[in-house]
Every structure is written in structure tokens, then in C-alpha cells.
């Protein structure tokens, strides 16, 4: 198993540009999430899903969008990127069946916008 | 790698000293509570979880202890080890969605 990936590891974009993170996970977890972590600072969650065709607002989903058609992709958009956007994003997914509440990360996508 | 804990607090131990890592928490209706451990350039890695109807629980080289008292939480690392230098993060967790919330972070730093 890979796990859960991510892609692209680092982007730069400009103001008002627009972008996919990508994040798949081949473990058949039906949780899904993206957080967000700026430096110095804990993960804060944006979006997450409990399975395919559900999602939900987290923390600080202001600025972002989510889709879940596959168990596997949890892609996360920025529609028009503003530079408080600059951060660390990661994805992450649990199996919801079975006593542990472990959540797998993938390595994280470094995003800066200017 | 990324630049994970500019500013957070660290905690310098001697390699092979033990480490104590505290988080207290904000919500008394968490029903779990986790600690991550965060390498440079790295997603956080599970290491231990406990829930909120036990007060300690242990792993291989690591201990939990939970104190719903006064909100806190610890992770005890016995005999630290070079590879246990990362920033350590504590979270809670609601049933809904498993969403966390996590803590502000500490850095460990062990000297050989």
C-alpha cells in the first residue's frame, strides 16, 4: 500500500489563481480530511468526508472546496488564492471500522501564493 | 523540509533521560485524545490515543496520562532516543466525523 499521497509537493501561485490538491488513499478508508498548518502552529481542519458523496465544513473552510465522488480521491480547490492561504496542507484518512482512531497523513503539499 | 515549530516551545532531554510532553485541552466532551508526532518534511504519525474513560494508558516507550480534572493530558517517552527528536502534537477528538483538534505543538530535541 502507498498509503495516502498527495500531489503536487509545492506550488506557487499567484493571487486569483485557481488549484487542485490531489489526495488518494488505496487503504479503502471511507474518512477523509484536509487540514491546513501554518509554521509554528497545530493543523487546522478545512473540509472532511465520511464517505463518498458526503462532505462537510471543518475548522476553516472559508476559501476552499471539496468533492468525494471515489472512496479513494478527496481532491481539495482553491478557487481565487489569496496569500493568508500560504500554508502546509495535508490530507488524512481513518477507517472507521475497528477500535483504533488513527488517522493516516499523506507528506503534505507546501502552497505559496504572492 | 518544512519548517514545522519555528517558535514552538522545546524540550532539550538527554538522550536516554525520559521526556514529558503536556497539552491541556479545551473541550470536556472529546471522547479521544492523541498524540502525533511531526518529523521535518513530514505528516504527523500517529503514536498513541486514549479515551476520555480511562486516566493512562501505555505503549511501547510511551505513556499517556489523562487528567480530566484540570483538562490535561501528557505523553511520558521513556529512555529518549535520537529518533524520538520531532515536534509533538496533542488532539482531541469528537465521535462525529472523527474531526481533531489539535494542540499548539512542543519540540523535542535530544542530545546525544
Known amino acids: 500500500n502507498a498509503g495516502v499521497t498527495q500531489t503536487p509537493k509545492f506550488r506557487i501561485l499567484k493571487i486569483g489563481q485557481s488549484m487542485t490538491l490531489q489526495c488518494t488513499q488505496d487503504m479503502n478508508h471511507n474518512y477523509m480530511y484536509w487540514y491546513r498548518q501554518d509554521p509554528g502552529m497545530g493543523l487546522k481542519l478545512i473540509y472532511y468526508s465520511v464517505g463518498a458523496g458526503i462532505t462537510d465544513k471543518g475548522e476553516v473552510p472559508n476559501g476552499y472546496n471539496v468533492s468525494r465522488s471515489t472512496t479513494e480521491d478527496f481532491p481539495l480547490r482553491l478557487e481565487l488564492a489569496a496569500p493568508s492561504q500560504t500554508s502546509v496542507y495535508f490530507c488524512?484518512?481513518?477507517?472507521?471500522?475497528?477500535?483504533?482512531?488513527?488517522?493516516?497523513f499523506g507528506p503534505g503539499t507546501r502552497l505559496t501564493v504572492t | 523540509g518544512e519548517s514545522v515549530g519555528l517558535h514552538l516551545p522545546t524540550l532539550s532531554v538527554q538522550e536516554g533521560d525520559n521526556s514529558i510532553i503536556n497539552c491541556a485541552y479545551s473541550?470536556?466532551?472529546?471522547?479521544?485524545f492523541i498524540w502525533y508526532k511531526q518529523e521535518s518534511g513530514k505528516g504527523p504519525q500517529f503514536i498513541i490515543d486514549i479515551r476520555s474513560n480511562m486516566d493512562k494508558r501505555q505503549g511501547q516507550r510511551v505513556t499517556v496520562l489523562l487528567n480530566k480534572t484540570v483538562k490535561h493530558l501528557s505523553l511520558q517517552i521513556a529512555a529518549t532516543q535520537p529518533g524520538d527528536s520531532a515536534v509533538y502534537f496533542c488532539a482531541e477528538s469528537f465521535a462525529a466525523g472523527n474531526k481533531l483538534t489539535f494542540g499548539g505543538g512542543t519540540r523535542v530535541l535530544v542530545k546525544p
Open positions: 473541550n470536556s466532551a472529546s471522547d479521544y
Open positions: 488524512a484518512s481513518r477507517n472507521s471500522q475497528g477500535a483504533s482512531n488513527e488517522q493516516y
